[in-house]
């Protein structure tokens, strides 16, 4: 009967051992898992800084450019004035001068200024795309600081579950160390042999049974209790 119940006993130190070992095998996938988010952040952090950087110094040319581009358009916008007012207000010829002579000046004005609202569309063109590209760095710049926050979290996060891990390891290096001792502290049976006055005593040995029955299944709800 005394094998029985140290049976018994080392089980269900087993089974909470068994249980401490897959708490542990969980936090060792929860930390692996979290690793894997702060390394692959790490790469999206470097990758975005460094197309940041790049980013800035195109930018700086792009500011160099459109500063050309915008005296540019001023220019050529101050000379289309001219040529509009010259077109509307075309200079008198003299009485020597042939008629198809002022046609002839006046087109060619005409076709000069078509040209040069051409190019003012172009540099319009390319000052939209320059405020857009402002834009994109705007939005390049909020992207690199909630990396920063999120990676910042998933380091205190790993770090938290390495302490707990440690703990726990403890823990099961003690309950291995004495199993029986813990699980009889925990779940002490009183199962006392019958006196020897009463060993002949029939009622005697019919509670003691009882009693011994009772115990064992007290023991074994206690480990179906521990194995769910």
């Known amino acids: 009967m005394k094998d029985v119940f140290e049976e018994l006993e080392a089980e269900v130190a087993q089974c909470a051992v068994d249980r401490k070992h897959d708490a542990i095998d969980r936090k060792n996938l929860l930390i692996a898992n979290d690793n894997l988010i702060v390394e ?15 980013n800035v110094a195109r930018f700086a040319e792009m500011h160099v450019a459109n500063t050309s581009v915008e005296a540019r358009c001023l220019a050529l916008e101050a000379e289309l004035v001219t040529l509009h007012n010259i077109g509307n207000n075309p200079p008198t010829p003299d009485k020597d001068t042939p ?16 040209g040069k ?7 319009k063109k390319q000052l939209s795309q320059l ?12 992207l690199y600081d909630s990396i920063k926050i999120t990676r910042a979290k998933h380091i205190e ?22 199993p029986q001792v813990s699980a009889r502290d925990k779940h002490a049976i009183d199962v006392e042999p019958i006196v020897l006055h009463l060993r002949n005593n029939r009622d005697a040995h019919l509670d003691y049974l009882r009693h011994v029955k009772e115990s064992v299944e007290t023991i074994r709800d206690i480990v179906r209790k521990l194995r769910l």
Do not use: P, W
């Open 131 to 142: 405020a857009e590209n402002d834009k994109i760095k705007h939005h390049y710049k909020e």
């Open 40 to 54: 692959c952040l790490s790469k999206e952090v470097f990758f975005v800084v460094t197309k940041s950087e790049l």
């Open 99 to 114: 008629d198809f002579d002022s046609v002839f000046v006046i087109g060619k004005m005409q076709a000069s200024l078509q």
């Open 157 to 178: 996060q790993v770090t938290k579950l390495t302490t707990e891990n440690v703990n726990m390891k403890t823990c099961v290096s003690k309950a291995t160390a004495n």
């Open 117 to 123: 609202d051409n190019v003012i569309r172009q540099l």
